[in-house]
């Protein structure tokens, strides 16, 4: 299932490119792709001015009991409240209360 979605996701990235919501935004398909990896690596993904300038969001997944992500959780805001030194916190905090959720779920990561 998640390689038929991976695999329509990039159909449709080839079909109509990326576009820029804000000057932030990701529209090189290459260095999105990177940037995915190490959002699956790093457990979460960390969105700063990309879709809304002035605006931040870190969010985190829930998996099942298949080890599928199910859901996610996010903390969004003003940017001036993402700052480099208050960042480990914040997703030290949603990644703790992500994992709590995914292991209701029968999820062994």
């Known amino acids: 299932m998640s390689l038929k979605i991976f695999e329509l996701g ?9 576009e820029a919501w804000t000057a932030y935004t990701t529209t090189n398909p290459i260095q999105l792709k990177q940037e995915l990896k190490k959002i699956r ?20 997944p829930v998996f ?7 859901a996610a959780i996010s903390v969004a805001g003003m940017t001036t409240g993402f700052k480099e030194e208050r960042l ?12 709590c959720l995914s292991q209701l779920l029968g999820s062994k990561t």
């Open 64 to 70: 099942n009991f298949r080890n599928e992500v199910v």
């Open 10 to 18: 990039n159909r449709i990235i080839d079909a109509e490119g990326l």
């Open 88 to 99: 480990p916190a914040i997703i030290n905090m949603l990644k703790t209360e992500t994992s």
């Open 41 to 60: 690596e790093q457990g979460y993904a960390l969105s700063q001015n990309d879709v809304t300038e002035g605006v931040s969001a870190v969010g985190c």
